[in-house]
């Protein structure tokens, strides 16, 4: 029994990204060699539903308990924090399309296409983003509505700094403590988490994805490591006039790999917060920044919008001219950024994009069910850099301001 104590206690000691790392070596290996061992996968369910079910919670009492006791100075902050998560979005459709026109990737359409409701225009999208917005604020804790619970509790929040309710606000503050201290025991599961995740994928999916969509997989995860990698720190460079590298992989690593892992930017919302609390960041701000950037800050899913509908493009032989290219720059920043309430996320944003060509929604349709199919590498991906980003630019946002 001392020993069943003594190895317990050098595994919560050791440190989580080296925990979850030998989780993810576990999972390959019995991934491999044991796939149908399918009960090890619900470790993984477990993880990433415990995630899901907290975040919505810890974000509507945390932007409560910010908002009512915030000072002044926060909203030149939200300013900046804003214009860099468009402006990442825009740079990443952008490099997209470019490397789309250098590395034409063709698709092998043809084949039945996906059954799913996809939005007509980007007006569609943003008036789903405005109805989601002034949803019922319970229902859109249970629903996960991240736009609704934000807006909500910004509203209670206010509510409860105008009528200096002193009181409310420290019981509020209390429960986010609470809510705060159950994230990072459940945020302690991570390894077994990652352990179900990577078997599940593993057991399915193998690595014939590789050799079926090689091609496009590497255009679109090339696109999405040079906007992390070069983009990105070049942004926080030409703000802060710092080294961002050193904070890009702490970034990288205290957030990329486990939303990498989890393919859930809501689910990681409470992974990020952690992150943001042991950079020493003010948390007023981060309460409310991250949960923003998980709905708004989506560099990888324009990336995806604009690789999957050049691709399309160019299977068809359309000629893509400098005016749609730019204009398709536009879209995919703009419909990222509604991609997060609507059900299959950026992929669904593909037809969209398409009628810019004059592509027809059936076809447009085959193209969203490659990116299914491919969504263990494109979707991880997508994941890991935009939430990984929400850190970065929300670090970067507040450093300019100091």
């Keep these: 029994m001392k020993y069943i104590t003594a190895i317990a206690q050098k595994w919560a000691h050791m440190s989580l990204v080296l925990r979850i790392f030998i989780g993810l070596v576990v999972g390959l290996v019995l991934g491999l060699i044991l796939p149908s061992a399918t009960p090890i996968a619900l470790l993984g369910e477990l993880f990433v ?6 975040a919505p919670l810890l974000v509507a009492v945390l932007v409560a308990s910010s908002v009512a006791k915030a000072g002044s100075g926060l909203g030149s902050r939200f300013r900046k924090v804003i214009v860099l998560y468009l402006l990442s979005s825009l740079l990443a459709a ?3 399309v470019i490397a789309s026109d250098l590395f034409p990737v063709t698709l092998s359409l043809g084949g039945e296409a996906l059954e799913a409701e996809a939005p007509g225009s980007l007006g569609d999208v943003f008036s789903n983003l405005l109805s989601r917005m002034v949803a019922n604020p319970i229902s ?7 736009i609704g619970i934000l807006f909500w509790s910004i509203i209670i929040g206010l509510a409860l700094k105008r009528l200096a309710l002193d009181h409310t606000i420290k019981v509020v503050h209390d429960f986010a403590d ?8 459940v945020i302690q599961f991570a390894p077994f988490g990652i352990l179900g995740i990577v078997f599940n994928s593993v057991s399915k999916s193998g690595l014939d994805v590789f050799a079926t969509y090689g091609q496009l997989i590497a255009l679109l995860v090339g696109c999405m490591l040079f906007n992390s990698l070069v983009v990105s720190p070049l942004i926080g460079f030409v703000f802060t006039r710092r080294n961002p590298y050193p904070l890009l992989f702490t970034c990288l690593k205290g957030s ?15 992974v990020n917060m952690n992150l943001c609390k042991r950079l020493g960041l003010d948390e007023e701000f981060y309460s409310v920044s991250i949960p ?12 995806t919008i604009s690789v999957m509908a050049l691709a399309v493009a160019h299977t068809m032989g359309i000629e893509v001219s400098l005016f749609t290219a730019v204009f398709l720059c536009i879209v995919s920043t703009l419909g990222a950024c509604g991609a997060s309430g609507v059900a299959g996320g950026s992929l669904l944003l593909v037809p969209m ?14 193209a969203v069910a490659i990116g299914f199919v491919i969504g263990v590498i494109q979707d991880s991906m997508e994941t890991a850099i935009n939430s990984s980003s929400d850190v970065f630019f929300t670090a970067i946002a507040e450093n300019v301001e100091r």
């Design 256 to 270: 990329g790999i486990s939303a990498f892992f989890t393919r859930s930017s809501a689910a990681n919302i409470p």
């Design 49 to 54: 539903g415990a995630l899901k079910a907290i």
């Design 178 to 185: 609470v809510i705060s201290l159950v994230v990072k025991w």
């Design 292 to 303: 923003l950037g998980a709905t708004v800050n989506m560099n990888g899913a324009a990336v």
């Design 353 to 366: 994009a398409c009628s810019l060509f004059g592509v027809s929604n059936d076809i447009a349709m085959q």
């Design 140 to 146: 859109s804790i249970v629903e996960a509505n991240y």
């Design 94 to 96: 952008t490099v997209a």
